[in-house]
């Protein structure tokens, strides 16, 4: 703790007094609402295109983007393109239902069987995978970041930097030190930190901050309805975990501690979800498919497991047997009982037939049990329907590059790299790529890359300088190479976490 408070001081006046402001108020955005409770005001500030002249949408942008890749390097990141995908499939299809202008996002999954979620400026949001373990139907996910998107969509950010204006933000760089703490899982030792700096100076931070939440309720509801997702989700999500808390002794989970939840509020939105009329939402299977990914994620003892599961498939019901199954089949793969798995997820094919990450989770097995060239032969043709899937691109071009056929993935990647230029693991598959085709400079230029993107902008500036000593005569390349280099360490100077 005492080395991110260090940390954070140096950083704190590096920045100030010309950026220090706006970045005192990025994390007054990520966490104030973790002290005690405030009298709530309903009044809401109006929008006007003035939070513009206090931050710029590409300043929010970059200090997102910087919030990000600190993130990347500190906290542990569940790295599952299947939940990946299934989180930007259910995260756009919000936003196009949403206020957001820029829908461009970028999605980060903490390994964490805590519930939380969080939006930073820029177009950042994240979720623990404890949110999906608790979460119980699609509705409640979606509510939850529903309200994640609205906090982006209003701007809060730049409407919290302008509430601080009035403020003399002396705590600057222990507030920096306690998120730091909390985003890295040390969640503990940042809330103490954050009590013990901010006190009674951000009261009227948190009355700001609690008006932004009922606010981004009220609008997340309305994206709800536009989505064709039940909007009585999010009352009835806030609702269950509250009373989960309330009165079992237990320390509440963070995405209480950072959203507080208080009667009135619960109220409030279910009266506003009860103004809709009452219909049918219908809700797809891959919910409880990745559900079930994330639960055998944090199975522990894999045989008793197993057993039970053999037994629940005798009397479950169709929903049911379906997560129960695929759990079952995910925990056989992690037992290494290849064959098992397949007869089982055989099973579950025959049921959904056209369920696509069941197909897909054939050829995981496949390459799980090292038989790569049955996994290409089931990720071809899926790869020409779906040109430009995430996880059926990423899996299809391991299995290639598994058998060192890198002349066939690099193609791919540099195709699938337009859509995600920000994804880590398509930057490793690069690396892999260019390096059974024998091209040294490439490998270090998507080395450089993957490493940024991670936070390690030093080893990153490293790869380009490697780079660099490798290229003779081709001077507009050196030129590039020597712009990235310049790009990096101006970024890395002045938004440095």
């Known amino acids: 703790m005492f080395v991110a408070i260090k940390q954070a001081i140096r950083t704190f006046f590096v920045l100030c007094p010309k950026r220090g402001r706006g970045f005192v108020a990025l994390l007054l955005f990520l966490a104030p609402p973790l002290l005690g409770n405030t009298p709530e005001n309903t009044e809401l500030p109006l929008l006007g295109d003035h939070t513009s002249s206090i931050v710029a949408p590409e300043k929010e942008k970059e200090l997102g983007q910087s919030w990000l890749r600190a993130l990347r390097a500190q906290a542990p ?28 996002l970028d999605l980060v999954i903490v390994d964490s069987p805590a519930i939380n979620a969080f939006a930073v400026p820029g177009g950042i949001i994240g979720a623990n995978a404890g949110l999906f373990l608790h979460a119980q139907t699609e509705g409640e996910l979606s509510g939850v970041l529903a309200h994640e998107l609205a906090h982006l969509s209003q701007r809060h950010f730049a409407r919290t930097i302008e509430e601080a204006k009035k403020n003399q933000w002396i705590h600057g760089a222990a507030i920096l030190a306690s998120v730091l703490l909390i985003a890295t899982s040390n969640s503990e030792s940042g809330y103490a930190a954050l009590a013990t700096t901010q006190a009674a100076a951000v009261q009227s931070q948190l009355r700001y901050s609690r008006r ?19 909007p009585t989700s999010i009352g009835s999500f806030f609702q269950r975990m509250q009373k989960a808390y309330q009165y079992s002794g237990q320390k509440p ?29 219908p809700e797809g299977s891959d919910f409880y498919l990745i559900k079930a990914r994330i639960e055998t ?33 995910m925990l056989l793969n992690k037992a290494q009982r290849f064959k098992e798995a397949e007869t089982e997820l055989l099973k579950l094919s025959h049921m959904f037939p056209n369920n696509l990450l069941l197909q897909i989770s054939q050829a995981e097995l496949k390459m799980a049990a090292k038989d790569n060239g049955a996994a290409i032969q089931i990720l071809t043709p899926l790869n020409k329907i779906y040109p430009d899937h995430y996880v059926i691109t990423l899996l299809y071009c391991q299995a290639l590059l598994n058998q060192k056929n890198g002349t066939q993935a690099l193609p791919l990647l540099e195709h699938i790299k337009a859509f995600y230029p920000n ?75």
């Open 423 to 497: 994804s880590p693991d398509i930057w490793d598959l690069l690396v892999q790529a260019y390096g059974y085709n024998g091209d040294i400079i490439s490998v270090h230029l998507a080395r450089a890359e993957q490493l940024y993107l991670k936070g390690a902008s030093d080893k990153a500036i490293e790869q380009l300088q490697f780079a660099r000593a490798l290229v003779d005569h081709d001077f507009p390349l050196q030129a590039k190479i020597e712009t990235r280099i310049q790009q990096i360490e101006s970024s890395d100077k002045n938004l440095k976490l």
């Open 212 to 230: 932004n939440e009922q606010e981004a309720d009220r609008i997340a509801i309305g994206t709800l309805v536009n989505a064709n997702i039940d």
């Open 297 to 329: 994620q944090y199975t522990r003892d894999l045989q008793n497991a197993i057993t039970r599961h053999y037994t629940q498939l005798e009397t479950s019901p169709t929903l049911q047997q379906l997560m129960t199954r695929y759990r079952l089949v």
């Open 77 to 104: 990141l569940l790295n599952d393109p299947f939940v990946l995908n299934y989180l930007q499939a259910i995260t756009h299809r919000l936003a196009s239902k949403s206020d957001l202008t820029n829908q461009q």
């Open 253 to 281: 989970p963070e995405y209480l501690l950072t959203h507080p939840v208080t009667e009135s509020r619960v109220s409030e939105a279910k009266d506003r979800a009860a103004q809709y009329k009452s219909r049918y939402y």
